[in-house]
Each structure stands twice: as structure tokens, then as C-alpha cells.
């Protein structure tokens, strides 16, 4: 069955870049009419959106985040990335990669999430 | 940003008891929410989309339905497994905004 895992360093400093990389396994990630999002979840609170990026490189942010984030996709690779510049404390979070339906536009598959904390 | 609001924030039920989440969006979202279930230390699991459709292989207690802006998500007969934290979000538009979360907890 298709399955999403998240990989990346734990532990990033403050004002450096936070990069995840989300890999898809399964199936291709060019298959079907989806969307590839990074949701993150800090400790104890609510889930945010990120944003999400389409096999054909077409992107969406939250605006609360746009000017730090960029996503990209390797679809040779099968796998779409994160990357968060300028990291505080604040962007301490489980952060978790998803497959999006392109018809509804909902989140039907998650990948386990992995912790990253931004300390010195 | 449209503005999800849950109610209640926490709830305590028994097993074998009716429970029902409201959520209210902000502004008009058509049909575009969902609902997820997340347990602890696990990642969200997709529950309903389009505001009452059934995601495959989610038992048949769950259901939901909407009245304009405001949505229900309805547990006939809580089960033990049913245990958790339940978030709606639209995806009418971008930014995707959730919920802040309603947690079922044992009474």
C-alpha cells in the first residue's frame, strides 16, 4: 500500500534552515490526481497547513509562512521536500507530510510526522 | 483565512454514548469539510470528506452532516478505540485552516 515517510535532522538552531524531505513508496507520486502537503503540530495544540505543491511544481503556502518556506518535488526520486529558512523556537513541531485528493481536496493519507526542535 | 471554530473543546462520555462535535466556519466553504480523528503520539487519520461522506474502512457510528456554515460530526455509540482528538478543516480555499480540536475523553 502507498506510504509516506518523513526524514530530516531533529535538532536545527535557531536562524538556520529546517529541510524535511517527505518519501513516497507504493506507488509514483506522478500517480493519480493529488496534491503533496506539510502540515505541521506543535506540542499540545492544533494542526497548521503549510502548503502543498502539485507533481507539477505548482505551489500553495500559508501566508502566515510563505516568505521562509519553499516545497519542492523530485518525482524521480518519488519524493517532494520542505524547507523552512530563518528557524526560531517557534517552528519547534511535529511536522507531518501528506497526499491530498485533487477531487475534495482533503488529506487521505499521512505520513507518521517527525519531530524537529529548533534550540542552540 | 476562514476561521474554523470547534465545540465543545473537550468532552467526557461513556462508552455506548451519543457524541456530537460542532464546527463553524467563518464564511461560506460549499461542502469542502472534513473531519480527522488523531490519537495520541499518531497522525491525523481522515474520518469524512465533503462534509458526509464515509472515508473507506472508517466504521459506520461515524457520520456528519452540515446546515449552512456549521457542521456536525456524530458518534452514534462510542467505542473504546473512538478515544481521541477530532479536528475539522475546510479546504474550500487556500490557506487549508483546521479546527482548534474537540477531545473525547472517558467518563
Redesign the interface.
Known sequence: QVQLQESGPGLVKPSQTLSLTCTVSGDSISSGNYFW?WIRQPAEK????IG?IYTSGTT?????LKSRVTISIDTSKNQFSLNVNSVTAADTAVY?C?R??SS?????L????TLVTVSS | DIQMTQSPSSLSASVGDRVTITCRASQDISSYLNWYQQKPGRAPKLLIYAASSLQSGVPSRFSASESGTDFTLTISSLQPEDFATYYCQQSYTTPLTFGGGTKVEIK
Do not use: E, V
Not at chain 1, 46 to 49: A, M, V
Not at chain 1, 60 to 64: C, M
Not at chain 1, 110 to 113: E, I, M, R, S
Open positions: 502537503s492544533g494542526l497548521q497547513w502543498r500553495n503556502y500559508n501566508p502566515s507531518y501528506a491530498g485528493a475534495g481536496w482533503h488529506h487521505n499521512w505520513g507518521q510526522g
